[in-house]
């Protein structure tokens, strides 16, 4: 058999990580540049729309109406992380579940706005909805009893909304993981392991969780943040890590850590709750209408979408009476299908 020459083969494809073949590289990450665009432009869409709303349900009504801006919008989605911090303390969740939800909460609002979506809701629904996901899941009864104020529709409303806007993808991938790998991998260093105290990983593991309330992992990997959390605790060590896992990119990597660091201290603690009232306070006038249970735009809302459910109703009902008319309720396409099922001659006796 002929050889085949060796310039006829297919190249072979460079591996990548598991991380860099997920749905978390590929459609969630961003430059901090990109994130701004994104919500400015999801905000000023959303004001324009609010605003036409108010409009055509009382001209001039939306004059003295102070819209929320992008970084008001996202103040307040960061405030709603913290409850999600303290409901997962409540239930006492495992990480997984608390990281996950956040970042849920985060993706939802880098499509929606809170002036459509209220972040209370949302978050009750991104965290129910981690549990599920992690397989870590409670009753709806038992979740929403436990929390005040809330109904167990209060979440089943939003989930699908939630599941849609997170695109149905799930999985994500955490800096506390590749967190506890650097601590595994430096447990081997010479000099090192005296000097390894839990006290350590844990104040680490806090840097790790300071990051939520900030955008570092729309813009790096669960890695990089866990490095750089490490590198705030222990920051001889992880120059140490660095050399050794990546002796060519040292000089890039460091660069990348320093930014994260500098983010975690600068923004990765809560919003003051004063701040956030005034937000809150605003939020209440200028909320989309048609979201507001009893409002005219709501009722409008929802008249035009009963009007067009029954519209499809009565086209089905149509078109299903057109085919009981023609003797055959299943269509022509399958009454010609199963009239080809004849042709077949199943008498296979042999003749002998």
Same mark, same amino acid.
């Given at each position: 058999?002929?050889?085949?020459?060796?310039?006829?083969?297919?190249?072979?494809?460079?591996?990548?990580?598991?991380?860099?073949?997920?749905?978390?590289?590929?459609?969630?990450?961003?430059?901090?540049?990109?994130?701004?665009?994104?919500?400015?432009?999801?905000?000023?869409?959303?004001?324009?729309?609010?605003?036409?709303?108010?409009? =055509?349900?009382?001209?001039?009504? &939306?004059?003295?109406? #102070?819209? $929320? /801006?992008?970084?008001?919008?996202?103040? %307040?989605?960061?405030?709603?992380?913290?409850?999600?911090?303290?409901?997962?303390?409540?239930?006492?969740?495992?990480?997984?579940?608390?990281?996950?939800?956040?970042?849920?909460?985060?993706?939802?609002?880098?499509?929606?706005?809170?002036?459509?979506?209220?972040?209370?809701?949302?978050?009750?629904?991104?965290?129910?909805?981690?549990?599920?996901?992690?397989?870590?899941p409670i009753?709806?009864?038992?979740?929403?009893?436990?929390?005040?104020?809330?109904?167990?529709?209060d979440v089943?409303?939003?989930?699908?909304l939630v599941?849609?806007?997170?695109?149905?993808?799930?999985?994500?991938?955490?800096?506390?993981?590749?967190?506890?790998?650097?601590?595994?991998?430096?447990?081997?260093?010479?000099?090192? =392991?005296?000097?390894?105290?839990? &006290?350590?990983?844990? #104040?680490? $593991? /806090?840097?790790?969780?300071?990051?939520? %309330?900030?955008?570092?992992?729309?813009?790096?990997?669960?890695?990089?943040?866990?490095?750089?959390?490490?590198?705030?605790?222990?920051?001889?060590?992880?120059?140490?890590?660095?050399?050794?896992?990546?002796?060519?990119?040292?000089?890039?990597?460091?660069?990348?850590?320093?930014?994260?660091?500098?983010?975690?201290?600068?923004?990765?603690?809560?919003?003051?709750?004063?701040?956030?009232?005034?937000?809150?306070?605003?939020?209440?006038?200028?909320?989309?209408?048609?979201?507001?249970?009893?409002?005219?735009?709501?009722?409008?809302?929802?008249?035009?979408?009963?009007?067009?459910?029954?519209?499809?109703?009565?086209?089905?009902?149509?078109?299903?009476?057109?085919?009981?008319?023609?003797?055959?309720?299943?269509?022509?396409?399958?009454?010609?299908?199963?009239?080809?099922?004849?042709?077949?001659?199943?008498?296979?006796?042999?003749?002998?």
């Amino acid at each position: 058999m002929p050889s085949v020459p060796t310039n006829d083969l297919p190249a072979s494809q460079p591996k990548i990580s598991l991380y860099e073949g997920s749905t978390q590289f590929k459609n969630w990450r961003y430059s901090a540049d990109q994130l701004k665009h994104i919500r400015r432009t999801l905000n000023e869409a959303a004001v324009a729309a609010i605003r036409k709303t108010f409009e =055509t349900d009382e001209p001039g009504s &939306s004059t003295g109406v #102070a819209f $929320l /801006n992008a970084d008001e919008e996202l103040l %307040l989605v960061k405030l709603y992380i913290t409850k999600i911090t303290q409901l997962c303390g409540h239930f006492r969740f495992p990480e997984e579940v608390e990281a996950t939800a956040i970042t849920y909460l985060k993706r939802f609002y880098l499509k929606n706005t809170v002036m459509d979506w209220h972040p209370k809701n949302v978050m009750l629904t991104a965290l129910f909805l981690a549990t599920k996901t992690t397989n870590n899941p409670i009753s709806l009864e038992m979740y929403t009893t436990h929390i005040p104020k809330t109904a167990p529709n209060d979440v089943l409303d939003l989930e699908f909304l939630v599941a849609q806007s997170l695109g149905f993808e799930f999985a994500v991938w955490h800096a506390y993981r590749a967190l506890w790998g650097i601590w595994l991998d430096v447990q081997n260093f010479p000099g090192v =392991t005296e000097k390894l105290e839990t &006290s350590l990983y844990d #104040a680490a $593991l /806090n840097h790790v969780r300071a990051s939520r %309330l900030t955008d570092v992992e729309l813009i790096y990997s669960p890695s990089q943040i866990a490095l750089s959390a490490f590198s705030l605790v222990f920051p001889d060590v992880a120059s140490q890590w660095m050399a050794l896992k990546s002796p060519h990119e040292v000089s890039t990597l460091s660069t990348i850590v320093d930014d994260i660091k500098s983010i975690i201290t600068t923004h990765g603690h809560p919003p003051s709750v004063e701040s956030v009232r005034e937000v809150d306070r605003r939020l209440r006038l200028c909320k989309n209408p048609e979201k507001v249970v009893g409002s005219k735009a709501y009722l409008a809302r929802k008249m035009d979408a009963e009007r067009s459910a029954a519209e499809k109703r009565n086209k089905k009902a149509v078109e299903v009476q057109k085919a009981m008319e023609d003797g055959d309720p299943f269509g022509n396409e399958l009454a010609e299908k199963r009239g080809l099922a004849g042709l077949v001659d199943y008498d296979d006796d042999d003749d002998d």
